[in-house]
């Protein structure tokens, strides 16, 4: 069974940061799209930040873009979201998701790619 899980989400003030992971048990991040998306309350889920494992292409959101990075350690088989200069419109939660094939500009933010999602890690930015 493959289970996809998220950890770092907190409460921060702006201007900080927090760094969240994506692990997966049961699968492994390589040579595949792993994406982060975020779903704010009374707001439609929305796509983040992806990354090509293996191949190291990265995807970003224009909003987060310059803030947020998103990097990989196959050693771990992990995968990060460093999350900086925070702002309070930045508050949801955050999912990864995993199992996606197709990595490119106009495919890693399709939510119906992935396989693997999970539960979700929440970030609240205060001002």
């Known amino acids: 069974e493959v289970q996809v899980v998220e950890s770092g989400g907190g409460s921060v003030q702006t201007g900080d940061s927090l760094r969240l992971s994506c692990v997966a048990s049961?699968?492994?991040?390589?040579?595949?799209?792993v994406g982060w998306f975020r779903q704010a309350p009374g707001k439609e889920r929305e796509e983040v930040a992806g990354?090509?494992?293996?191949?190291?292409?990265?995807y970003y959101t224009d909003s987060v873009r310059g803030r947020f990075t998103i990097s990989e350690d196959n050693a771990k088989n992990t995968v990060y979201l460093q999350l900086n200069s925070l702002k309070p419109e930045d508050s949801a939660i955050y999912y990864c998701a995993a199992g996606a094939e197709s990595c490119t500009a106009g495919y890693w933010a399709e939510e119906s790619q992935y396989k693997y999602w999970g539960q979700g890690t929440q970030v609240t930015v205060s001002s």
């Open positions: 049961g699968y492994i991040f390589n040579d595949n799209c």
């Open positions: 990354i090509y494992t293996g191949g190291g292409s990265t």
